[in-house]
């Protein structure tokens, strides 16, 4: 269907209401709370999930129950409350980075303030370049860019404006969820991670280890992304933690581990006891020893091996980008936005072709370089240096918003190759740095901060071209969705921030321990943001362990010719097999689902709006903001105390013992993958 053919939902005749302040106030709550989850779910597994449809459900539920909202009004609820999951998703893939750079010289930049302001940059840049795209990218190319979110949160307005009733099954998961997080997280009937190993002396299979961190939000992503995406990732897992850590295991002395660690920071000297592993200098040896060898040599391997996998995804995409600028720069684009400007000032434009002026774009563009020109928060030894990171940051911006527009325009925002799009920023700004004389740790954090800005403006365009392809499809006006996800940029920046440092804050066991942020720990591992600081200083400062690195590179670059996504092998890994494993068991139950919808016959479940994704969904959205809120009141000591003195893992462990205890744990998960397996099979 072409532009001129395409009719929307409500025409462009009529004019419901639409940019309200309920709705513009609504869609920023669901942009605090989707953002909160966002960070957490992303700290902990480096994944996240459009936020885009569960938000259009909660809006259909609330708007007819309580607000009598049209369909447009919801539009720009989700459209607002979008803007969290993308800002929380390019924050924390790259931020949390500033702790892991060279000798701790990023750490004064990762505070409330600077989080905020390069959340709020990086997202107007975003948002303000897809402005002059949406007539090449949404308008003239829909039949040819399908937007499979943004086309699937239309059907859901459009339906539920018919009358759908989708937000019932989303909320069960979503109660489901809370419940089982309040038995896993506040009175621990439930284990955390059950594992099995083998011991270091064991003969033939020496530090094997299998653990799931049973959470119900990864058990819902798992079903989200499928089983194809799901073993992929464990794949990664498996080859580590099945593979690779049993053969350096045999090889590899216990000395020598812990030299390593040593070298990476994570024991003072091989005289004291501790570090990750547990090390036992008067035996030389390791009370985990595969956390050790995960700490001192996989996670070196996985970050070589998500570096090669992100440049080859963007290989991949070379074609894409080479189509975007020709359309980007064509003559008619330019022609076709003078036009409606022309006659947006004439008020002769269609309602649902009005597109905020291109001259916005121009002045915002210039005063976005005057702000990281003059604030305090970017760094820089100079104004030269700062004016540089500016341009770069508009440069690297216009380039990578056209392309992961393009990107997930194809194959959608869950699957779009934002963490390869920032791996490249990184390294131009590295080259171009070099290339001024600009070398040594002391850039290290400017380096950071573009492609912080970057990874925030790719994924905040991802979520702004669904939203626009949602609203093009239902009859939206195109600037007012353009205004509200500026809203929501900014009042999600606002707590996506503070809901980093509040989770970064140690708990009293992690203070114990010597560990002064949780940001960083296996508690919250922040798999891209240690990445994006190993790539940095291995640029800069050439401290990167380039041998390990190689060999998670062709290990990448071996499973890419096999026609496996190296990314997600790659980023499989990199976690750990406790992330990656319930991801799978998620995946499992939706393969299952699958085939029992083929064997009867029936139609397969819509991958968005089926009632096992929407159930999924509040699962994602029930156990990560259970998480969110866990980890909040654990910053004060005595509510943590409080919830310490609540736990029943001690009266289990004794009655059940240690392994009947983590039993209980997994097959409590099962039941919980049954039940999601239950609703899925079950058809409306």
């Given at each position: 269907?072409?532009?001129?053919?395409h009719?929307?939902?409500i025409?462009?005749?009529e004019?419901?209401?639409?940019?309200?302040?309920?709705a513009i106030?609504?869609?920023?709550?669901f942009g605090v709370l989707?953002g909160?989850?966002?960070?957490?779910?992303?700290l902990?597994?480096g994944l996240?999930v459009?936020?885009s449809?569960p938000i259009a459900v909660?809006?259909?539920?609330?708007?007819r129950?309580?607000?009598?909202t049209?369909i447009?009004?919801?539009?720009i609820i989700q459209t607002t409350g979008?803007?969290g999951e993308s800002i929380?998703?390019g924050?924390?893939?790259?931020?949390?980075g500033f702790?892991?750079?060279?000798?701790?010289?990023?750490a004064?930049f990762f505070?409330?303030?600077t989080?905020?302001?390069?959340?709020?940059l990086?997202?107007?840049?975003g948002?303000l370049?897809?402005?002059p795209?949406?007539r090449s990218?949404?308008v003239?190319?829909?039949?040819?860019l399908?937007y499979?979110?943004?086309?699937a949160?239309?059907s859901?307005?459009?339906a539920?404006?018919?009358g759908?009733?989708?937000?019932k099954?989303?909320y069960?998961?979503?109660g489901?969820?809370?419940?089982?997080?309040?038995?896993?997280k506040?009175?621990?009937v439930i284990?955390?991670?059950p594992?099995?190993?083998?011991?270091?002396?064991?003969r033939?299979?020496?530090?094997a280890?299998?653990?799931g961190?049973?959470t119900?939000?990864?058990l819902?992503?798992?079903?989200?992304i499928?089983f194809r995406i799901?073993?992929?990732?464990v794949?990664g897992?498996i080859?580590?933690?099945l593979?690779?850590i049993?053969?350096l295991?045999?090889?590899v002395?216990g000395?020598?581990?812990?030299l390593?660690l040593?070298k990476?920071?994570y024991?003072?000297n091989?005289q004291?006891?501790?570090g990750?592993g547990g090390w036992?200098p008067q035996?030389?040896?390791f009370?985990?020893?595969a956390?050790?060898i995960?700490?001192?040599y996989?996670?070196?391997?996985g970050?070589?091996?998500?570096?090669?996998?992100?440049?080859m995804?963007?290989?991949k995409t070379?074609p894409?980008?080479v189509s975007s600028?020709?359309?980007?720069?064509s003559?008619?684009s330019?022609?076709?936005?003078e036009t409606?400007?022309?006659?947006?000032t004439?008020?002769?434009?269609?309602?649902?072709?009005q597109?905020l002026s291109?001259?916005?774009v121009l002045?915002g563009s210039?005063?976005l370089i005057a702000?990281?020109?003059?604030?305090p928060?970017?760094?820089?030894?100079?104004?030269?240096?700062k004016a540089?990171?500016?341009?770069?940051?508009?440069?690297?911006?216009?380039f990578?918003v056209t392309?992961?527009?393009?990107i997930?325009?194809l194959?959608?925002?869950?699957s779009?190759?934002?963490?390869g799009?920032?791996?490249?920023?990184i390294?131009?700004?590295a080259?171009?740095f070099?290339?001024?004389?600009l070398?040594?740790?002391v850039?290290?954090?400017?380096?950071?901060v573009?492609g912080?800005m970057?990874c925030?403006?790719a994924?905040?365009a991802?979520?702004t071209s669904q939203?626009l392809?949602t609203g093009?499809l239902?009859g939206?006006t195109?600037?007012y969705?353009?205004?509200a996800l500026?809203?929501?940029v900014?009042?999600s920046?606002?707590?996506?921030?503070?809901t980093?440092?509040i989770?970064?804050?140690?708990?009293?066991?992690l203070l114990?321990?010597g560990?002064?942020?949780?940001?960083g720990?296996?508690?919250?591992?922040a798999p891209?943001?240690?990445?994006?600081a190993t790539?940095?200083?291995g640029l800069l400062?050439?401290?990167?362990?380039?041998q390990f690195?190689l060999v998670g590179?062709?290990i990448?670059?071996?499973?890419?010719?096999?026609?496996?996504s190296a990314l997600?092998?790659?980023?499989?890994l990199?976690l750990?097999?406790?992330?990656?494993?319930?991801?799978f068991?998620?995946?499992?139950?939706?393969?299952i689902?699958?085939?029992?919808a083929?064997?009867k016959?029936?139609?397969e479940?819509?991958?968005?709006l089926?009632r096992g994704s929407?159930f999924?969904?509040?699962l994602?959205?029930g156990?990560a903001?259970?998480?969110?809120?866990?980890?909040?009141?654990s910053?004060?000591?005595s509510?943590?105390?409080t919830l310490?003195?609540l736990?029943l893992?001690?009266?289990l462990a004794?009655?059940l013992?240690?392994?009947?205890?983590?039993?209980l744990g997994?097959?409590?998960f099962v039941?919980?993958?049954?039940?999601?397996?239950?609703v899925g099979?079950?058809?409306?």
């Amino acid at each position: 269907m072409t532009s001129s053919e395409h009719k929307p939902f409500i025409p462009a005749t009529e004019s419901p209401a639409e940019f309200t302040l309920k709705a513009i106030i609504t869609g920023a709550v669901f942009g605090v709370l989707f953002g909160a989850a966002t960070v957490y779910l992303s700290l902990k597994a480096g994944l996240s999930v459009s936020a885009s449809i569960p938000i259009a459900v909660l809006a259909i539920s609330l708007g007819r129950r309580f607000l009598n909202t049209t369909i447009l009004e919801n539009n720009i609820i989700q459209t607002t409350g979008s803007a969290g999951e993308s800002i929380a998703s390019g924050v924390v893939f790259t931020m949390p980075g500033f702790l892991f750079l060279t000798d701790g010289i990023g750490a004064d930049f990762f505070n409330y303030w600077t989080i905020l302001t390069l959340s709020i940059l990086g997202g107007l840049v975003g948002t303000l370049m897809m402005i002059p795209l949406r007539r090449s990218l949404i308008v003239q190319e829909h039949g040819t860019l399908p937007y499979p979110e943004g086309t699937a949160c239309a059907s859901v307005l459009i339906a539920g404006e018919r009358g759908g009733n989708f937000a019932k099954t989303a909320y069960q998961g979503l109660g489901m969820a809370l419940l089982y997080a309040f038995l896993q997280k506040v009175l621990h009937v439930i284990a955390e991670v059950p594992v099995w190993a083998t011991k270091q002396t064991n003969r033939y299979f020496p530090s094997a280890q299998v653990a799931g961190e049973i959470t119900p939000e990864y058990l819902g992503v798992g079903y989200i992304i499928g089983f194809r995406i799901s073993a992929v990732l464990v794949g990664g897992g498996i080859l580590a933690w099945l593979g690779l850590i049993p053969l350096l295991a045999s090889v590899v002395p216990g000395d020598t581990i812990a030299l390593q660690l040593q070298k990476l920071g994570y024991l003072t000297n091989l005289q004291t006891a501790g570090g990750p592993g547990g090390w036992n200098p008067q035996t030389h040896t390791f009370a985990d020893t595969a956390a050790a060898i995960y700490r001192a040599y996989i996670r070196q391997i996985g970050a070589g091996a998500v570096t090669a996998g992100g440049f080859m995804t963007l290989l991949k995409t070379i074609p894409t980008i080479v189509s975007s600028f020709k359309q980007s720069f064509s003559r008619s684009s330019v022609v076709a936005m003078e036009t409606e400007e022309q006659l947006s000032t004439s008020q002769r434009t269609a309602r649902t072709e009005q597109d905020l002026s291109v001259r916005i774009v121009l002045i915002g563009s210039v005063v976005l370089i005057a702000l990281m020109i003059v604030l305090p928060q970017i760094p820089g030894d100079s104004l030269l240096t700062k004016a540089l990171i500016a341009l770069l940051v508009i440069v690297f911006g216009f380039f990578f918003v056209t392309v992961a527009s393009r990107i997930v325009g194809l194959i959608g925002s869950s699957s779009s190759p934002v963490s390869g799009m920032t791996i490249a920023t990184i390294m131009g700004t590295a080259l171009v740095f070099i290339g001024f004389g600009l070398t040594g740790r002391v850039y290290e954090p400017a380096v950071l901060v573009v492609g912080s800005m970057i990874c925030v403006a790719a994924a905040n365009a991802g979520a702004t071209s669904q939203d626009l392809k949602t609203g093009y499809l239902v009859g939206a006006t195109p600037k007012y969705q353009q205004m509200a996800l500026f809203i929501g940029v900014i009042v999600s920046s606002l707590v996506v921030g503070a809901t980093v440092k509040i989770l970064d804050t140690p708990t009293p066991d992690l203070l114990a321990q010597g560990i002064t942020h949780a940001i960083g720990s296996d508690k919250f591992p922040a798999p891209q943001g240690t990445l994006m600081a190993t790539l940095i200083k291995g640029l800069l400062s050439f401290n990167l362990d380039w041998q390990f690195v190689l060999v998670g590179a062709f290990i990448a670059f071996v499973f890419e010719l096999c026609g496996v996504s190296a990314l997600a092998f790659a980023v499989g890994l990199y976690l750990p097999l406790s992330t990656t494993l319930p991801i799978f068991a998620g995946g499992l139950v939706k393969a299952i689902v699958d085939w029992n919808a083929k064997r009867k016959g029936a139609v397969e479940e819509d991958a968005d709006l089926g009632r096992g994704s929407l159930f999924a969904t509040g699962l994602v959205a029930g156990g990560a903001l259970a998480g969110v809120a866990v980890a909040l009141l654990s910053v004060n000591e005595s509510i943590y105390n409080t919830l310490t003195s609540l736990t029943l893992e001690r009266a289990l462990a004794s009655a059940l013992g240690e392994g009947g205890y983590m039993m209980l744990g997994a097959l409590a998960f099962v039941g919980l993958a049954v039940l999601l397996a239950k609703v899925g099979v079950t058809r409306a």
